[in-house]
């Protein structure tokens, strides 16, 4: 800092020094010659400035940062974010008023002088050397421009923009020759347009659009006379002049703009008077930025599509690469969001658990044969404050979930459609015992498994011999022990991996005769994508968020596709859609069931009732819903969910009502589609030919025990596993 004589005016000689340097640098850049080394301005150090014609001639402008926009299927917009809030727009889109003003009072010689306005230089240093300070600047909006580019590549690392701004003279010869250069190449009513795109305007609001949106709600073509005026005598200094903040302050420099725009011959000078006389008049837009705006409870859904954008190396090759064209790309994201489906599962989260309540609520609803994501929502909202988080409960980890919850037996349809895909009968019996020890060995993929622990089914009188029909609507858990114990469990992975069933917390799933019973963690939004297999005729659909992304200039971009593969035959397809609506209309989801379409569907209640689950599908949708503690902590007895006591928490009372309202108000005026089955007859009942029906013997009776999800009692334990077999910690 420049050393002040006593009585904070700055010495003769320094006035001088100034003057004289101001006005050699100016000539010298005029003429486009290097400056000296050394000279009258005292410029000894090589570092301080580098010659003039080593600085690169052309500026790099980065491209301005913008805001980002997240749209429904529809394009109706969900959520906007950014880093600065900015939509680029031409001058046709600009007010003239505005324009004028802006010229007026920040550079009134703009179309008569080149990148450098001596005059303006001139008077400025005679002003400021009787000032004893620095009372007047001389910057051209062309020199302004060049340093707010600065600024701009600087982006938000404070350290970058404090050198983009500091009062050096190495900094000023590299604006100076960037301005003669820009003058040359792009002219004054493109620099003008430029100009009013980038500068900052105060309330988070950077270029003429956003802040004409943010103090009047309104384009920047329809600004009037005293609005344009206003948003000009901003520039200068943000804070000081904030209408918002200071009125008084921002009326007086406002009132400044108008009689330099009267004195320019802008306007007429009655026209600046009664202007002038008109008192502020607001109509604020209040930022809205980032997912927690998100509109319908979709926040989650928003912040799905972020995880995938900065997870896929199409959009950059490096994750602040992706994260830097996410805040500030100017993106328009379409995404698969089905507004209505979203409502829907909005109130009916909102209905039946309360966001206060001791447990929570999550559901994800996809379209089978597509993959598309529909709707997104939890009981507890998108934010910071009490009863809010930003783990989102439907995915996985590595997508900004948690560590998922045990779907218990919402696994039992993977299973048996592994045993139908080995030619198993859906006649095959198997004792089921109330109580059982598991069997071993069990083959698996790689040897055998020869743990221990025991398992029993919900209700003691529970006990079979069934076959798989009335073993699925009852949920029984000692039928599909035995089951995957005689079938081997390679090939129930086989089939989960098929359908894409993974753990939420990315490890391997474990071979173990128990995965029949739902034990490793997972989110609903896999369980959802797993069960429209079953509505699509057995094929897998991976699922996708992103309909299209163009960016800034409208240009299209790659986005994620999603990956189609059949997982099983058609037939067994049918098969299960015959078992699961069997469990809908006969069994333990009878509470679930919608009217009026064909639906089918699973519960799944984990023991000790840490999570309880509803998975199911019509043609036209599969959705999952989950209900728990994502801490992992609150067993589901003696509650109080949605203003409803329970002794115990069910699949069928709980989920099961939510996934009805939900898919009920999701399919309200679509087609009530047929799901394909196949007849598969009570094994009791021989029929008219005698052996219609007739079911084949266990050929293996084994003691083994396994439990529904609709009764009282149950509870099993295995080597490797908790106690408890649910819920799962979300990471909440």
Request: glycine share 12%; proline share 6%.
């Amino acid at each position: 800092m420049a050393k002040k004589r006593e009585g904070g005016g700055r010495s003769k000689t320094q006035q001088a020094a100034k003057f004289l340097g101001v006005s050699v640098l100016a000539g010298a850049v005029l003429a486009g010659i290097a400056l000296p080394a050394a000279g009258a301005l005292g410029l000894a150090a090589k570092t301080s400035v580098e010659g003039f014609d080593d600085i690169p001639a052309n500026l790099k402008t980065p491209p301005l940062s913008q805001r980002t926009t997240i749209l429904d299927a529809d394009g109706g917009e969900i959520a906007s974010v950014y880093s600065r809030d900015r939509t680029v727009v031409g001058l046709k889109n600009m007010s003239p008023y505005v324009q004028q003003a802006i010229v007026a009072i920040e550079d009134a010689r703009f179309y008569s002088h080149g990148a450098i306005d001596l005059k303006g230089i001139l008077r400025a240093v005679n002003k400021n050397a009787q000032s004893g300070g620095v009372a007047q600047g001389a910057s051209t909006l062309t020199q302004q421009y060049v340093k707010n580019v600065f600024i701009e590549e600087a982006g938000d690392d404070p350290d970058k923009v404090a050198q983009a701004t500091q009062q050096t003279l190495g900094r000023k010869v590299k604006e100076l020759k960037y301005a003669i250069k820009l003058e040359e190449k792009l002219g004054k009513r493109k620099i003008l347009q430029n100009y009013l795109n980038i500068t900052f305007f105060g309330e988070q609001a950077y270029g003429v659009e956003s802040a004409a949106q943010r103090y009047f709600s309104k384009p920047a073509k329809d600004l009037s006379l005293e609005e344009s005026a206003l948003l000009a005598g901003i520039v200068q200094s943000p804070t000081r002049y904030d209408p918002v903040n200071h009125p008084q302050a921002a009326t007086e420099r406002r009132n400044t703009v108008l009689r330099r725009m009267a004195d320019l011959k802008n306007i007429t000078r009655a026209q600046a008077d009664a202007a002038a006389a008109r008192p502020i008049k607001l109509k604020i837009s209040r930022p809205q930025n980032g997912c927690i705006t998100a509109t319908d409870g979709a926040g989650f859904f928003c912040d799905y599509v972020r995880e995938v954008l900065l997870n896929d190396k199409t959009f950059g090759a490096t994750r602040e690469i992706r994260s830097k064209r996410w805040m500030q790309g100017g993106l328009t994201i379409r995404t698969t969001l089905d507004r209505q489906t979203q409502k829907s599962i909005q109130a009916s989260l909102s209905k039946h658990v309360f966001e206060d309540d001791p447990v929570a609520s999550a559901s994800t609803v996809v379209q089978p044969g597509t993959g598309k994501i529909l709707g997104m929502g939890q009981s507890r909202p998108y934010g910071f404050g009490t009863n809010q988080t930003q783990i989102n409960l439907s995915v996985d980890r590595k997508m900004g979930g948690g560590a998922g919850y045990q779907p218990g037996s919402t696994f039992k349809p993977i299973v048996a459609a592994a045993a139908l895909e080995q030619g198993i009968s859906p006649y095959q019996q198997y004792s089921s015992p109330f109580k059982m020890a598991y069997p071993k060995p069990v083959q698996t993929c790689t040897g055998e498994w020869n743990g221990g622990g025991t398992l029993q089914n919900e209700d003691p009188k529970e006990v079979g011999p069934f076959a798989m029909k009335e073993a699925t609507a009852k949920s029984v858990n000692t039928y599909y022990v035995q089951l995957i114990s005689d079938m081997g469990i390679c090939p129930a992975i086989t089939m989960a991996q098929k359908m894409g069933l993974q753990r939420a917390d990315g490890k391997p799933l474990k071979q173990v005769p128990a995965m029949a019973l739902g034990v490793q963690e997972m989110s609903p939004l896999t369980m959802a994508t797993a069960y429209a297999t079953f509505a699509n005729e057995g094929t897998y659909c991976s699922p996708v968020a992103i309909e299209s992304i163009t960016d800034a200039q409208g240009k299209a971009l790659n986005v994620p596709k999603t990956d189609c593969r059949s997982a099983m035959s058609k037939k067994t397809a049918d098969t299960v859609n015959t078992l699961l609506k069997g469990v809908v209309e006969d069994g333990t989801g009878k509470q679930a069931g919608l009217k009026g379409r064909d639906s089918a569907g699973k519960t799944g209640t984990t023991d000790s009732r840490y999570a309880a689950w509803f998975v199911g599908y019509t043609p036209n949708a599969a959705g999952a819903v989950w209900v728990g503690d994502p801490r992992h902590q609150r067993q589901m007895y003696d509650i109080t969910i949605g203003g409803v006591p329970h002794d115990k928490v069910y699949g069928a009372d709980t989920p099961g009502p939510i996934w009805r309202d939900l898919m009920t108000g999701a399919l309200a005026g679509r087609p009530a589609l047929t799901l394909p089955t196949v007849p598969i007859d009570d094994p009791n009942d021989k029929g008219d030919d005698g052996n219609k029906g007739k079911p084949k013997p266990d050929p293996k009776p084994k003691p083994n025990p396994g439990g529904g999800d609709n009764k009282p009692g149950g509870g099993w334990h295995i080597p490797g596993f908790p106690d408890f077999l649910g819920g799962g910690n979300g990471g909440w």
